[in-house]
């Protein structure tokens, strides 16, 4: 069974420490793995990840995958109040019959505290 | 920009009502994709669709119903409620895998009781 396990599940911090969240991933023909924002709404799209090695960045946020070891990690550095939601990790897989949709993890709840 | 659009936001059945969730995109997205969040759970996918005409069932298909008319919209059906469907749907779109690794876009989602 195709699984994405995220950790912690829940993380409170201070404003501008560091911190890790960690998605691993056991599945059947891996294509990509994707990092969503969750507030109060939509999933908000944050990063798509393919390669293994290679760093994403936007501002604040940077992204690895290794996919030898099956994982991600999402980091975000100078943390703000702002930076206080539900992160998800998911995974598309290839299909023959089309567009699968992707699997996600539980998410990590993260809370910045001032 | 509307992107991806849902109505209604809010709904409150008793068990054993119907009715159908809509789903509209304006980025002339092939596929479309119906979720649903339930605490603890994480986001499921229920249905799917690659084009107008198309469907497929995902992780947790029963008790849903879907329909692509259009290629701008998916709906989703419930046709007896039951309290266990109670939950947050999103609705989702992204161009075709075919052509390019593209991320899903949601919608703000649709809050369901189910009484």
């Known amino acids: 069974e195709d699984k994405v396990v995220q950790s912690p599940l829940s993380l409170v911090v201070h404003e501008g420490d560091t911190v890790t969240l960690n998605c691993s991933y056991e599945?059947?023909?891996?294509?990509?793995l994707l990092w969503y924002k969750q507030e109060k709404k939509a999933p908000t799209f944050l990063f798509m990840l393919t390669s293994s090695g290679i760093e994403k960045k936007s501002g604040r946020l940077s992204s690895i995958l290794d996919k030898k070891e099956l994982f991600s990690i999402l980091n975000i550095t100078a943390t703000q109040t702002g930076d206080s939601a539900v992160y998800l990790c998911a995974v598309l897989m290839y299909s023959g019959g089309g567009a699968d949709g992707l699997t996600f993890g539980k998410g990590t709840h993260l809370i910045i505290q001032p | 920009n509307a992107g991806v659009t849902q109505t209604p936001k809010f709904r409150v059945l008793k068990t054993g009502q119907s009715m159908t969730l809509l789903c509209a995109q304006d980025m002339n997205h092939e596929y479309m994709y119906w979720y649903r969040q339930d605490p603890g759970m994480g986001l499921r996918l229920i249905h799917y669709?690659?084009?107008?005409?198309?469907?497929a069932k995902g992780e947790v298909p029963d008790g849903y119903n879907v329909s692509r008319l259009k290629k701008q919209n998916f709906l989703l059906g419930l046709e007896s409620a039951a309290p266990s469907q109670t939950s947050v749907y999103f609705c989702?779109?992204?161009?075709?895998?075919?052509?390019?690794?593209?991320?899903?876009?949601f919608g703000d989602g649709t809050r369901l009781s189910i009484l």
């Open positions: 669709s690659v084009g107008e005409g198309t469907t």
């Open positions: 599945v059947t023909n891996f294509r990509s």
């Open positions: 989702a779109s992204s161009y075709s895998y075919s052509y390019s690794n593209q991320p899903q876009h």
